[in-house]
């Protein structure tokens, strides 16, 4: 995914250098990273704790009904966790190592839930020593899986639906066909396991209310039969794939406009009993994180200026063609050890990369 990249001098700054007015925050953030660039050899990822929480109040404020959990694998920082945490944070863990990891750290066992549907034994047996009950799964064979390992566990039927237009479509590998699920959660009471509601997820980076909408009138249905089953539902997982402005400029995202029309559906087709949940990740990481780094060098091919600007291809240190940030952005002329940072990249980048690849640390994150 390409990402807004911004270069600004090299590491020895004047006190007071000539910013930018055009954007708000410009300002305010390289000023910050001036200061972390005293401190801190780069590559560095600047995590901002002011961030987290606006993000975090901006979920709550647009869908009050809806309590985020967030999935930790967009950034498991510990800090991070601390922070959602401390702010009334549920949490989407998708092994045992995760569920250890926030439990360690202070969360509640009944504000997890095991949302990976296809789980080991030995993780559904730690989940069942920790008394973590509540896990999502898609298939039959793990509805006995689970009832051997943890019998009385709340399962919730995580059901396929539309992934058009998202970033990464899930539901290639996940998901039960909506058609089965009264059978599949009559099923899981029939094995001693307690159904207890449905899950979704629209895809990564979702910028298509209506995946939700459709998802939503789908589950709505399904609690509808599950109840005329004697299989009445009470826990509404709308998965994540919110999407955040990853451009200054960038169109198409606006959050506030779809959580509007998701809350008028929930109103519309649930009842007020059903308790609402979600896995947001990128969307209450993504915009805290900037990735602060250095030139280490640079060559022309190719080469295409525009102005005072070159269309130029960055990427990182290693000989995988996979290390790269962005193949077509227009940048102003870099010289080795000038700096560049870019922004919105807080979630799945340190949390992806793999540690010591050809030798290369991940870029250290600092919470400020």
């Known amino acids: 995914m390409r990402r807004e990249t911004v270069p600004i001098p090299a ?51 647009c869908l009050p009904e809806v309590m985020p959990y967030y999935a930790i694998k967009a950034n498991p920082h510990p800090k991070i966790i601390k922070t959602f945490i401390k702010l009334g944070a549920g949490f989407d863990v998708a092994s045992a190592s995760e569920m250890k990891q926030v439990l360690a750290l202070g969360a509640s066992r009944d504000k997890i839930i095991f949302a990976n549907t296809v789980k080991s034994a030995e ?42 237009g998202s970033v990464v479509n899930l539901s290639l590998k996940f998901g039960a066909d909506p058609e089965d699920a009264h059978l599949i959660l009559r099923k899981a009471r029939s094995l001693g396991l ?22 939503l009138e789908i589950s709505a249905h399904i609690f509808d039969q ?39 559906q929930i109103r519309q087709l649930f009842d007020k009993k059903v308790q609402f949940i979600a896995e947001p ?7 805290a994180g900037i ?29 995988d063609s996979f290390d790269t940030l962005s193949l077509d952005v227009e940048i102003p002329e870099l010289y080795v050890g000038d700096v560049v940072y870019v922004k919105n990249i807080g979630a799945y980048s340190s949390a992806s990369a793999v540690a010591n690849f050809n030798g290369f640390p991940p870029a250290k994150i600092v919470p400020v």
């Open 291 to 319: 990735l602060v780094t250095q030139v280490t060098g640079r060559a022309f091919r190719n080469t295409l200026r525009r102005g005072q600007t070159f269309l130029s291809a960055l990427a990182g240190p290693t000989c």
């Open 194 to 215: 307690v159904p207890t509601g449905l899950s979704f997820h629209v895809g990564s980076q979702s910028k298509n209310v209506e995946n939700y909408l459709q998802a």
């Open 281 to 287: 990740g990128r969307f209450l990481v993504g915009p």
């Open 226 to 264: 599950a109840k005329e089953h004697d299989v009445p539902l009470k826990i509404m997982d709308i998965g994540g794939g919110f999407p955040i402005q990853h451009f200054d400029n960038e169109i198409g995202v606006n959050f506030e406009r779809m959580a509007f029309q998701i809350r008028k």
């Open 11 to 61: 590491p020895d700054l004047p006190a007071s250098p000539k910013l930018s007015k055009s954007k708000p925050d410009v300002s305010g953030v390289e000023n910050l990273i001036r200061a972390m660039l005293k401190k801190h050899r780069t590559p560095f990822m600047l995590i901002r704790g002011s961030v987290l929480e606006r993000q975090f109040q901006r979920f709550r404020k």
């Open 123 to 164: 993780d559904i047996i730690t989940a069942r020593r920790r008394q973590v009950p509540m896990m999502t799964f898609d298939n039959e064979p793990e509805l006995y899986k689970i009832s051997e390992h943890y019998p009385g566990a709340q399962v919730l039927l995580r059901i396929k639906v539309g992934n058009e």
